[in-house]
Nanobody, 122 residues
Framework: QVQLVESGGGLVQAGGSLRLSCAASGRSFSSYAMGWFRQAPGKGREFVTAIHRSGSSTYYSDSVKGRFTISRDNAKNTVYLQMNSLKPEDTAVYYC???????????????WGQGTQVTVSS
């Protein structure tokens, strides 16, 4: 089992950037696919991006493609989300998640962090 703790959220103006981090504790971080999801007020949880356990492949939702970049450092048990060109509609609580299985399948993610708030002002 892995435990996840997100950090790096905050308030930023539209067009700005933020980098989220998700630190994992527990065994075998490198054996997990990792993903980022978000939940805006009054909406359901939305898939954002995912990365293969090796870091060799990534997958993005259309809404963030070209603006967000997911990466991981298996030596540091950490996954990152670099968010550029932020928009007010990116405002949400961002969650990292771990799963065992095909990294781009949303249903494989079954371990979640507590979330970090990202607010983008216009």
């Amino acid at each position: 089992q892995v435990q996840l703790v997100e950090s790096g959220g905050g308030l930023v103006q539209a067009g700005g950037s933020l980098r989220l981090s998700c630190a994992a504790s527990g065994r075998s971080f490198s054996s997990y696919a990792m993903g980022w999801f978000r939940q805006a007020p009054g909406k359901g949880r939305e898939f954002v991006t995912a990365i293969h356990r090796s870091g060799s492949s990534t997958y993005y939702s259309d809404s963030v493609k070209g603006r967000f970049t997911i990466s991981r450092d298996n030596a540091k048990n950490t996954v990152y989300l670099q968010m550029n060109s932020l928009k007010p509609e990116d405002t949400a609580v961002y969650y990292c998640a771990a799963g065992s299985g095909t990294y781009y399948r949303v249903g494989v993610y079954d371990t979640w962090g507590q979330g970090t708030q990202v607010t983008v002002s216009s």
